[in-house]
């Protein structure tokens, strides 16, 4: 492929699994633990921050997600889109499994296990809540940490570049549509201009703000510049953000998990299930098509992990901090390195299978 990549995820310069991410479980641990006793020890504060809401979006917390988002939104070169004309299979497999499948097996999977099988362990109030929180991330595929993936399976990154720019330009079309389908099937009603605004608040926005930042610096100042300098000193904003957000969101959440600590397992068990079967499907499918290696494995990654930024965002405006729905994308959050690291082990080791 001709096109253009760009510089590696922006919390890794170089490239690799960088101290963040390696440690990502590890750091959401801390900030439920942080978050259950700023909310026990200081109550006021999780209620100070609760004022600030315009149109049942929480101010603070729209400004940390932003921050979370727009540097991953800068390292999209949608450029580089037109050079995938040469090997469409990837990214037909990619497209199809997150956009026609995943949000679907994950509605399917998250409601027989939170409706059916703990049933006799969750309110069923909560446990629509906690399956709204799993739509939120069966709808949004992974955006920034899978270049972290492509590059420990040695997949082509330029590739890489191309299926997630894809993703993002169908995001900002399907998002909302499947998540208003997904809810209103479970009898979960949300108004279609809250959908819509966490679409134009957590999608485009961040896209159009990325796209212009890219364009004018590297204008004026050249690529080189761009990746090397203006990206690394973007890169620590990411983490921050997130981890002050999660703070934040456990402080409103401490009653709920102190009360039901259980459930934090009880919402894995489907998103686990869900990534395994989501990465083997198109993994699978992409040998069958005879893709290569360093295709298949990045697109196979795509659709098993989630964009859970845009996702912990949208519970949040749809539901509310204290929901069942944001406790659900964070338990996302906490599940998905360790799941990943155990994929990208198993792509490395079935390497040969495929074409090189």
């Known amino acids: ?27 959401v641990g801390l900030a439920i633990i942080a978050g259950v006793v700023l909310g026990q020890l200081a ?28 540097p991953m939104m800068a390292q999209i070169d949608f450029s580089a889109i037109v050079g995938v004309r040469k090997e469409p299979k990837g990214l037909a497999i990619t497209t199809v499994v997150n956009w026609l499948i995943k949000p679907f097996t994950m509605f399917a999977i998250a409601w027989f296990f939170l409706m059916v099988v703990f049933k006799p362990w969750i309110a069923p109030q909560l446990a629509s809540e906690y399956l709204a929180g799993a739509i939120l ?7 920034a940490m899978v270049f972290v993936w492509s590059y420990l399976t040695k997949g082509d990154a330029a590739y890489t570049l191309v299926q997630v720019s894809l993703n993002d330009i169908i995001m900002l079309f399907a998002f909302a549509p499947i ?42 100042h050249g690529q080189q510049w761009y990746d090397d300098v203006f990206l690394k000193r973007l890169s620590p904003i990411t983490p921050a953000a997130l981890i002050i957000t ?35 499907l ?7 098509w005879k893709v290569r ?37 964070v338990v996302g959050v906490l599940v998905e390195v360790p799941l990943m690291l155990v994929l990208v082990r198993i792509a490395n080791n079935t390497r040969d299978k495929f074409l090189p």
């Open 1 to 27: 492929m001709n096109s253009k990549t760009t510089a590696p995820p922006v919390d890794t310069p170089s490239g690799g699994m960088g101290l963040f991410e390696r440690y990502l479980s590890i750091w």
């Open 246 to 280: 999660l703070v934040l969101l456990f402080a409103f959440q401490g009653e709920v998990i102190l009360n039901n600590p259980l459930h934090i397992v009880l919402i894995a068990v489907p998103l686990i299930i869900q990534t395994f079967l989501i990465f083997f």
């Open 179 to 220: 998540v208003v389908f997904l809810l209103g099937i479970s009898d979960i009603q949300v108004p279609w201009d809250t959908v819509i605004l966490s679409v134009v608040l957590y999608i485009v926005i961040p896209l159009a703000a990325g796209y212009l930042t890219r364009r004018t610096l590297i204008a004026g």
């Open 43 to 70: 109550p006021s504060v999780p209620e100070a921050l609760s004022r600030f809401e315009y149109a049942q979006v929480s101010i603070p917390i729209a400004i940390l997600i932003w921050a979370m988002i727009f």
């Open 282 to 288: 198109a993994y699978g499918w992409a040998r069958l």
């Open 137 to 143: 991330l069966g709808a949004a595929p992974c955006t």
């Open 293 to 329: 290696h360093c295709i298949a494995a990045p697109g196979a990654m795509i659709g098993a992990s989630n964009f859970f930024e845009l996702a912990v965002a949208a519970a949040i405006a749809l539901f509310g901090l204290q929901s069942g729905a944001a406790l659900a994308t």
